[in-house]
């Protein structure tokens, strides 16, 4: 992984200052907000901006802030908890892969028009690149994915030593947030935008 481009460098020849950049990113990130909710906020502070010039800063600034979250991060743990669900991006929808750990620490994910063995090996082989192999990781009931995890172990991407279990008690930290996307309604612009601020990413 590319070094973090130094904040001087990051912000230079940026018209507003780098603190309202920052704060604007966080909260689009962070709370149920559109971008016209956060050029009302902003108004209210004195301060006037587009709502396309948030959405520039969010796709130039997301991709340089996860890699500053990823340099400075925990690692994961080594119990991995999957999930796939279905969320509709630009018009069209997708399914969203996505492991977390015990503690709610997001491993990976991936965005696939389709959930199959090819998907879910796609997203495993790359999640345990990432990080390493897990010690156990917990599936949902759908055979695609237990096949997958079976194939990478045959073939060696894998070691045969990661346990496979499928527990609806332990999955619930994924489920959970996963109902939680979705019910922002704003799932769509939200993984878009960082889609397309992340186009160059071999997880797209």
């Known amino acids: ?9 990051l912000f230079k020849g940026r018209h ?12 689009y990130i962070t709370f149920k907000l559109s971008f016209r909710d956060l050029v009302q906020m902003m108004a209210e502070r004195g301060i006037t901006l587009s709502h396309t010039t948030i959405l520039r800063w969010v796709q130039q600034y997301v991709p340089e802030f996860e ?29 969203l892969y996505r492991a977390v750990d015990k503690q709610g620490r997001t491993v990976d994910f991936l965005l696939s028009k389709r959930r199959d063995v090819a998907a879910a090996k796609r997203f495993f082989s790359r999640a345990a690149k990432q990080h390493g192999a897990p010690r156990v990781i917990t599936l949902d009931g759908y055979a695609a994915s237990h096949r997958a995890f079976d194939k990478l172990k045959t073939s060696g991407i894998l070691p045969r030593r990661v346990q496979v279990r499928s527990c609806k008690y332990l999955n619930n930290v994924i489920e959970q947030d996963h109902r939680r996307i979705k019910a922002t309604g704003q799932a769509d612009a939200r993984v878009q935008t960082i889609r397309d601020g992340c186009r160059d990413d071999s997880r797209y």
């Open 16 to 27: 507003f200052d780098q603190e309202i950049i920052i704060l604007c990113v966080r909260w």
């Open 1 to 9: 992984m590319t070094e973090p481009t130094s904040a001087q460098d």
């Open 67 to 95: 890699k500053r979250w990823n340099h400075y991060a925990q690692p994961v743990g080594d119990s991995w908890r999957v999930d796939e669900t279905y969320i509709k991006v630009k018009g069209q929808w997708v399914y």
